[in-house]
């Protein structure tokens, strides 16, 4: 059994704590759901149209394609087709890193195989093969999840033929920000190169779709099956599929929040450098900060005003960091004011 809490607030509030689109989702989502008959929703769903959209905007063959349940579902399928393959398998996860790649290897019966961070969350090829001598499954995050880092160009292909033996997820939960992917890379692996490699997408983050659940995995077919195989049928429902179809067809939503996240991110960095405080440049919708031993305060006292931002600070060498989510900059504007409150308190 699982002790991973996912950190959740309900009710009213500013959500800057789980990396969602504060901007929410297309309105073309809310239509595509409105329209919905009540034949659609008495049937199981047909995800035909919804894998052509999806294989259309990625620009792979339909084959390459799994719908998923959220990306959370396809971390936890790579974990049970692993837990086939070999049980008791080891799993590699790099520090720090988004917590359910360690419940998922847990959950399956694996055994985690942490690499720890370096300074700067510096990425060590030498610890990652370490690490993955024997192993069945390697997580890897592109850019990674607290720290908004991307990958070092070239890691995935030569670990993929490093250890051949294990399949490697590419979790590239955060890739609309970041506009680098290795879909291309998978869609010219004529030789093969990649068969080991598995990218997973959501769109829950730049789609603004976390509530429908839906996300891809994308990889060569045979790769696929084995994860295929152990996914329940209709694991998606029918407002996901189509709500997911209307998110594809509005592209200048996503950019539009891609560029407002941008924004935020550059009013976050602002703030941390007239405050002295170190901050890592993101990729993807959040930045992650070091705040010092104020980090449980100041998210505390931010609580208290019903802004979320996440304390991450019992994260491998993240210790003092507090991690925000940059979207609207309206909401980041509202969270900077009351962080400069915070700190005209301290100062008094
Ligand atoms: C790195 C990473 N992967 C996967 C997920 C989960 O995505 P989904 O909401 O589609 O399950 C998240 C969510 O925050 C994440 O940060």
């Known amino acids: 059994m699982s002790t991973y ?4 607030v309900t009710g009213p509030g500013l959500r800057l704590h789980l990396n969602e689109n504060t901007a929410g989702c297309s309105p073309a989502v ?3 759901i409105a329209a919905l008959t009540p034949d659609q929703i008495g049937s199981y769903p047909d995800y035909s149209r919804a894998i052509d959209a999806t294989a259309a905007w990625f620009n792979v063959p339909r084959d390459g394609v799994l719908l998923i349940n959220g990306l959370d579902e396809g971390l936890h399928l790579a974990s049970a087709s692993a837990s086939r393959r070999q049980p008791g ?3 590699v ?14 959950e399956s019966g694996g055994t985690i195989v942490r690499v720890a961070p370096w300074p700067n969350f510096a990425f060590s090829m030498d610890d990652v093969l370490a690490a993955s001598e024997d192993a069945t499954l390697i997580y890897l995050t592109d850019p990674n999840n607290p720290t908004g880092l991307g990958l070092p160009a070239g890691a995935v292909e030569a670990l993929a033929a490093a250890r051949p033996q294990a399949t490697i997820v590419v979790d590239e939960a955060y890739a609309d920000f970041s506009g680098r992917s290795l879909i291309g890379a998978l869609r010219d692996d004529t030789s093969g190169r990649l068969r080991n490699v598995i990218v997973g997408r959501t769109f829950a983050k730049g789609h603004g779709l976390a509530a429908l659940r839906i996300g891809a995995l994308i990889a060569r077919p045979e790769t696929l099956a084995p994860l295929a195989q152990l996914q329940a049928p209709y694991s998606l429902n029918v407002a996901a599929i189509v ?5 594809l067809s509005d592209q200048r939503w996503l950019v539009s929040c891609v560029e407002e996240s941008r924004a935020s991110k550059e009013a976050l960095y602002d703030f941390c450098t007239r405050h002295g405080l170190t901050f890592w440049r993101s990729e993807a919708n959040f930045v992650l900060i070091n705040v010092g031993v104020e980090a449980s305060a100041l998210v505390a006292a931010l609580a208290d005003q019903g802004i979320f931002i996440r304390d991450r600070s019992s994260a491998p060498g993240c210790a003092g960091c507090v991690r925000i989510t940059a979207g609207l900059l309206a909401h980041t504007a509202t969270c900077l004011r009351a962080m400069e409150a915070f700190y005209a308190s301290r100062n008094r």
């Open 243 to 247: 709500g997911l179809e209307a998110a």
């Open 89 to 91: 398998f080891r799993g």
């Open 5 to 8: 809490q996912r950190a959740t």
């Open 30 to 32: 809310l239509s595509a």
């Open 93 to 106: 996860v790099l520090e720090p890193a988004f917590e359910m790649y360690g419940v998922c290897i847990e």
